[in-house]
């Protein structure tokens, strides 16, 4: 028997990035992040630990389930491992940037890591690229957040993007006005998010058609907003309903060639937004053509729960965004053979003389060529040019 350990083995849902994907993973977060920063949004880095008292607050409680959680040895205090960033820049927008003008404009990139996977997205730890914008409570910061959003994935090659709006404020409102007991609400709420018509007439009594007929209605945009607009809505609903046509006449305007659904009743990973969320969609070939989620946002409220600020954001997930791009084109490596003068292999590197990645061989050989092929590179430098290794000199 052998008791040797797996020194490769990692815990479930925990995987290593080789090259290219590394390296992939890495210039499409720039790519990303460059589109935010293009429309204003500053880069904040916040810790990966933070207090738990303090990253499980406000908006943050809705990540208690799925964080890590340990003891701090230098403060003896609990800390938790980020689950999610939009908590901390809510934190950091509040506190250490609370005297800049508002709106605030932020963006972040980084790794975030959860207690468990789920059955369709079994990873526990990825990459996560997002953007806040904290004070401001209009529509138009709906629309911007949302535009903004699918810039930057339609920038990065992401095929058939499409984007769901929901209203995860629609149906407490109903629930309200129709005094749904408090107790049966959570399974009202569920059986809405499974579109289960037949347990949501049984669960919400005389807002029972009412309820459907919000179920019925999702779909695309041209369809869905006729749709809702004939419901008779509470007053609150009907805010939310007025609001979510603001939305959609603001994407129109910027995006009009974006696909747009409405799901009027979906409040599955919203449990604390406050108004218009959303989620992005496209084609995930890796899994058969299935549709996966690139990202979602949508209002909420960031700072202190006794006096919160309006927010709206996003946050993207670098892993499932790669999963729907094409085959990255890489850039082209060249063996340098022993003795070539530093000089020429730095102008090689210039972006202006081709921005050739260069390798430098450490020991001599008599094949260059085949020495570039066992290193993974396309060329060798023969008499002083790129050679390709299907091309020999004469």
């Known amino acids: 028997m052998n008791d040797a350990p797996q020194t490769a083995l990692l815990p479930t849902g925990l995987y290593d990035l080789l090259p290219p994907v590394a390296e992939r993973e890495a210039e499409v977060t720039g790519r990303l992040m460059a589109v935010l920063t293009s429309h204003g949004y500053e880069r904040v880095k916040p810790p990966l630990v933070e207090f ?21 040895p230098t ?54 690229a ?54 049966k609400r959570a399974a009202l709420r569920a059986a809405l998010d499974h579109k289960d018509t037949a347990a949501v007439a049984a669960l919400a009594g005389r807002a029972g058609p009412l309820l459907t007929a919000l179920v019925s209605a999702a779909g695309g945009a041209a369809v869905a907003r006729p749709a809702l607009a004939a419901l008779d809505l509470p007053s609150r609903a009907c805010a939310e309903r007025d609001r979510l046509g603001a939305v959609l006449d603001g994407l129109t305007s910027i995006m ?22 959303f989620t992005f969609f496209a084609r995930v070939e890796a899994r058969r053509g299935a549709l996966g989620e690139l990202g979602r946002g949508g209002r909420y409220d960031a700072g202190d729960p006794a006096m919160p600020e309006p927010a709206t ?12 791009l094409p085959d990255m084109r890489l850039r082209r490596r060249l063996l340098l053979p022993l003795g070539t003068d ?26 260059w060529q085949a020495e570039a092929a066992r290193l993974g590179c396309g060329h060798v430098l023969e008499a002083g040019r790129p050679v390709p290794l299907r091309e020999r000199r004469s």
């Open 52 to 72: 738990e008292e303090t990253l499980l607050a406000g908006a943050g409680a809705a990540m208690s389930g799925d964080s890590f959680r340990t003891m701090d």
């Open 75 to 128: 403060s003896h205090r609990m800390v938790a491992v980020r689950a999610d960033m939009t908590p901390q820049v809510a934190r950091i927008a509040a506190t250490r940037l609370g005297h800049r003008p508002r709106p605030l404009r932020l963006s972040y990139a980084g790794q975030v890591l959860r207690v468990k996977g789920s059955e369709v997205r079994p990873e526990r730890q990825f990459g996560q």
């Open 130 to 183: 997002g953007a806040e914008l904290i004070g401001a409570e209009g529509p138009a910061a709906d629309v911007e957040v949302i535009a903004v959003a699918a810039e930057a994935l339609l920038g990065v090659g992401v095929p058939n993007l499409s984007v769901d709006l929901t209203m995860p404020t629609l149906v407490p409102a109903i629930a309200e006005e129709f005094d749904i007991a408090m107790g």
């Open 256 to 277: 009009p060639t974006l696909m747009v659904t409405v799901d009027p009743v979906e409040n599955r990973g919203f449990e604390y937004h406050t108004g218009i969320s």
């Open 313 to 324: 954001g996003f946050t993207l997930y670098t892993d499932m965004i790669l999963s729907t």
């Open 342 to 367: 530093p000089a020429i292999a730095a102008s090689l590197r210039d972006p202006a003389q081709g921005g050739w990645i260069t390798v430098a061989a450490l020991a001599p050989t008599d094949d």
